[in-house]
T-cell receptor
Framework: KAGVTQTPRYLIKTRGQQVTLSCSPI?????VSWYQQTPGQGLQFLFE???????NKGNFPGRFSGRQFSNSRSEMNVSTLELGDSALYLC???????????FGPGTRLTVT | TQLLEQSPQFLSIQEGENLTVYCNSS?????LQWYRQEPGEGPVLLVT?????EVKKLKRLTFQFGDARKDSSLHITAAQPGDTGLYLC???????????FGTGTSLTVIP
């Protein structure tokens, strides 16, 4: 079974721009969660989508948004990028509430 | 402030030594997971514990969930260089898949 895939793997953007990251979960998994990982803050939960609905949301500003499609693929969008948004963005998929999350390799976003 | 605190933050040991990593919180969790992450990759799930007092063994790794479901530990016996990585604990507090991650323990095993 193929794992979680994230595209692109690396991205460089300029402050003020917007960016869209993509995540394809493991086949059959309906839950997709997004996390931001930085050296200073560690892994921080952004939001979770389940069957196209946002079910949980972390404490991030409205510039961070996401969506999930009917095939469970998910995208997250960050608008008006700030230097502090530079991070590794990780996506994790899970089959319902199985308590087991499987992570993708992440997208490394650098904002200059 | 992190909901889950891990200690130690950094650990450098010789091959063959034993070690324990702690994951502590003042909050109760419905389940707790341990992950290992290598540079440039996403975390890889090692184990999930859901019952207070539960102990799980995975080869040389032993995981324990505290009786009150507020803390957990990871013990590695006879560490090997392949155990090197960032160890993360993560707890879930309710239904759904919102996990709170610990501060992380960076382990280096020297051959």
């Amino acid at each position: 079974k193929a794992g979680v895939t994230q595209t692109p793997r690396y991205l460089i953007k300029t402050r003020g721009q917007q960016v869209t990251l993509s995540c394809s979960p493991i086949s059959g998994h309906r839950s997709v969660s997004w996390y931001q990982q930085t050296p200073g803050q560690g892994l921080q939960f952004l939001f979770e989508y389940f069957s196209e609905t946002q079910r949980n949301k972390g404490n991030f500003p409205g510039r961070f948004s996401g969506r999930q499609f009917s095939n469970s693929r998910s995208e997250m969008n960050v608008s008006t990028l700030e230097l502090g948004d530079s991070a590794l963005y990780l996506c994790a998929s899970s089959f319902s509430d199985s308590y087991e999350q499987y992570f993708g390799p992440g997208t490394r976003l650098t904002v200059t | 402030t992190q909901l889950l605190e891990q200690s130690p933050q950094f650990l450098s040991i010789q091959e063959g030594e034993n070690l324990t990593v702690y994951c502590n919180s003042s909050s109760v969790f419905s389940s707790l997971q341990w992950y290992r992450q290598e540079p440039g990759e996403g975390p890889v799930l090692l184990v999930t514990v859901v019952t207070g007092g539960e102990v799980k063994k995975l080869k040389r790794l032993t995981f324990q969930f505290g009786d009150a479901r507020k803390d957990s530990s990871l013990h590695i016996t006879a560490a090997q260089p392949g155990d090197t990585g960032l160890y993360l604990c993560a707890g879930a507090r309710n239904t759904g898949n919102q996990f709170y991650f610990g501060t992380g323990t960076s382990l280096t095993v020297i051959p």
